[in-house]
């Protein structure tokens, strides 16, 4: 039945796009005459409302000039100012030991952030939202027992479920689909068992649905020493929820004495999920039993030999409580001057488990300093953005993107419509040499063309590949149909730090060769410079034509579904929809040729139908409650 939903979405989708009047949706703002920059209602959080004089008309906005810089003039402005000077002293001021989410340290920053845009005057506004984060015990730690041996953890995985439960020992490798597959092919029991799987190749939350749906009864991870190089002792930290936001308020915001049904998200796990070291983990292989693994099961730890188990019993006991914490995203925004209703967000995590260096340190200083070098530009330099630039710092990203999701549903009813494209700068350094991307197909011309013109050490390796389900820009594709790019400048060997308390910026200078600041002003350049071309140009740079190769490949496998049912189902229906989305698509494009890009107005009204291409491959079938992400082609 799933599948039959996406398809008749998949048709609903292209029917949408071939007609114009679906993305006839929005408004414009009209405001009071003013000499000064047109201001968005920043109460609202998201919607900009239009002003009435007071004889109850319509206030006329008085023209404003096209901008004097081109593109060659805004680029070089934007290098000037994004200086890895600059970006080594904005580091050091934001380096810190602790920030939890909803923390004392996580509320301070947050001010200093809301601070900071109110000195550059970007009218500053914070959403506050009270959600449920799953922390450990300290009463009742969380334990292990195997044997003799009784192991108390000090790393967890927020909103497992919680419990004691007993169950033979299973090596499951990283828990994928096809590791699960192996070790029913060699008759390992798997129901009832507990799960032990390296952590890596997929999110924390997959690996443990995927033993819970085969049956285990609970499942360990720990950081196997070939894919982790750090200290064998290293406590991981993360979440299980196969999902982003609160849980416990799947589909709706969590406002304060805002009242919703007790409902929770089908993405909370069912069984106990904890954390291991790798020296936990080592005791538990070396005592496993059980047949011998195959080559691809074989981790780093050369002291043993990898076997599946099946033999020893073991216990795992979760006591983690849930603690109701207010948390604050804050913002701040650079109002376009033609379509201030219109906005590009860039966003960046706040908090960590520990330092968080790399993924939080990096992306608020990206995010400070580029608020500052583009209203510079606006106030000194003569730059006239078209659309408005919005600057958004999250709380609560280490639990499943939290405050931004929280802030997606917020606004759900209009937010799609107004926000062209999200661009996420969490983790955007993590190396030096090579550069890795994850998109909307609607942003990768825009990505490829951004690549060629920032001047970066990337060397040889470039990497496009499809968004995982814990990218912090998984929420704004999947969940609210809008465009979204995270990147990453990386070494060849994997910064390994993210959930632990070794993310430090001693770390990531080793992996950068002690050129951090450097590749920070290199993101920002680049971040900055996708964003600028979206807020600057008459048209959006969202090539809708991108999107047919990827159409054609999730047709294709929904046909290979089809073929494996035992009853017979027609496939012509779905290749006609997919031929409908290609002549849309060949529709927009040769509207977009033939129009007059002086005509304002015809370029708004293109710029909305482009904008709607994504929100259109959301499925309207399917409720936030049973299924958090509904992007079809994502999900297939």
């Known amino acids: ?72 003039d ?15 002293k904005v580091l050091k001021d934001y380096d810190m030991n602790r920030r939890s989410a909803g923390s004392d340290e996580d509320k301070s920053l947050a001010n200093r952030i809301y601070g900071e845009f109110r000195k550059q005057q970007m009218d500053p506004w914070t959403d506050i939202h009270y959600v449920q984060l799953q922390m450990p015990d300290s009463e009742r730690p969380n334990q292990v027992l195997f044997g003799s041996d009784v192991f ?34 060699k008759n390992v029991e798997l129901k009832g068992s507990v799960m032990l799987l390296r952590t890596g190749k997929i999110s924390f939350a997959e690996q443990v649905d995927n033993a819970a749906t085969k049956g285990a009864s609970a499942v360990l991870i720990y950081p196997d020493v070939e894919d982790y190089k750090y200290l064998a002792n290293t406590a991981l930290y993360g979440h299980v929820h196969l999902g982003s936001g609160d849980p416990y308020t799947p589909g709706f915001p969590s406002f304060n004495h805002t009242q919703f049904p007790p409902t929770q998200s089908s993405g909370l796990p069912k069984i106990p999920a904890q954390t291991i070291t790798a020296n936990m983990a080592s005791t538990l292989l070396q005592n496993i039993g059980g047949p011998e693994s195959d080559e691809s099961f074989k981790g780093g730890l050369s002291s043993l030999t990898y076997r599946l188990g099946g033999i020893e019993n073991v216990t795992v006991e979760v006591n983690n409580v849930l603690v109701n914490k207010e948390i604050h995203n804050v913002f701040g925004v650079i109002k376009g001057f033609t379509d201030p209703d219109r906005y590009v967000v860039l966003g960046a995590q706040r908090d960590a488990w520990g330092k968080g260096y790399a993924k939080a340190t990096v992306g608020t200083s990206v995010l400070l300093e580029l608020a500052r070098a583009v209203k510079e530009m606006v106030e000194k330099d003569g730059f006239r953005p078209k659309r408005s630039l919005v600057f958004a710092s999250w709380s609560a990203g280490e639990y499943g993107s939290v405050g931004a999701t929280e802030w997606l549903e917020g606004y759900m009813s209009s937010i ?14 993590m190396g030096r040499g090579s550069f890795m991307a994850s998109a909307s197909p609607l942003l990768y011309s825009l990505l490829e063309n951004t690549m060629k013109e920032v001047q970066s050490p990337l060397g040889s390796g470039t990497i496009l590949r499809p968004m995982s389900m814990d990218d912090p820009s998984y929420p704004f594709l ?39 600041s450097e590749m920070t002003a290199v993101a920002a350049q680049f971040a900055g410079q996708m964003a600028l071309r979206l807020i600057h140009d008459r048209l959006l740079n969202l090539d809708v034509s991108r999107y047919s ?29 997919r ?3 290609q002549r849309a698509a060949d529709a927009l494009n040769l509207a977009i040729t033939n129009t007059d890009l002086n005509d304002k107005e015809a370029c708004r009204i293109l710029n909305d139908r482009m904008l709607r291409v994504e929100h259109t491959l959301l499925s309207p079938y399917v409720s936030p409650v049973e299924t958090p992400f509904r992007h079809l082609l994502l999900e297939i």
């Open 152 to 185: 108390k953890p000090t790393g967890y995985l927020a909103y497992s479920a919680t419990g004691k439960v007993q169950g033979k020992l299973v090596y499951g490798n990283y828990g994928r689909q096809e590791d699960l597959d192996v070790l029913q092919k």
């Open 1 to 72: 039945a799933a599948t039959v939903n996406k398809q008749v979405s998949l048709a609903f989708c292209c029917l949408c796009i071939v007609s114009p009047p679906g993305y006839l949706i929005g408004y414009v703002s009209h405001r009071k005459p003013q000499t000064t920059t047109p201001t968005l209602n920043c109460d609202a959080g998201v919607e900009l409302e239009a002003e009435k004089q007071q004889d109850g008309s319509q206030a006329v906005v008085a023209p404003v000039s096209d901008p004097q810089l081109d593109w060659k």
């Open 416 to 429: 799609d419509r107004s926000v062209i494209t999200y661009i996420s700068l969490d983790g955007v350094v």
């Open 579 to 581: 031929g409908s989305f």
């Open 74 to 88: 805004i680029t070089k402005l934007l290098k000037q100012k994004l200086t890895s000077q600059a970006f080594e």
């Open 478 to 516: 999947a969940f609210s149909g809008i465009p979204a790019v995270s990147f990453h400048f990386i070494s060849p060997n994997a910064y390994t730090y993210y959930g632990t308390n070794l993310d430090s910026m001693d770390h990531l200078n080793y992996q950068t060769n002690h050129h951090t």
């Open 549 to 577: 190769s990827v159409v054609t490949s999730a047709v294709g496998r929904v046909n290979g579904r089809i073929s494996q049912l035992k009853q017979e189902v027609n496939s012509i229906w779905l290749m006609g929809a």
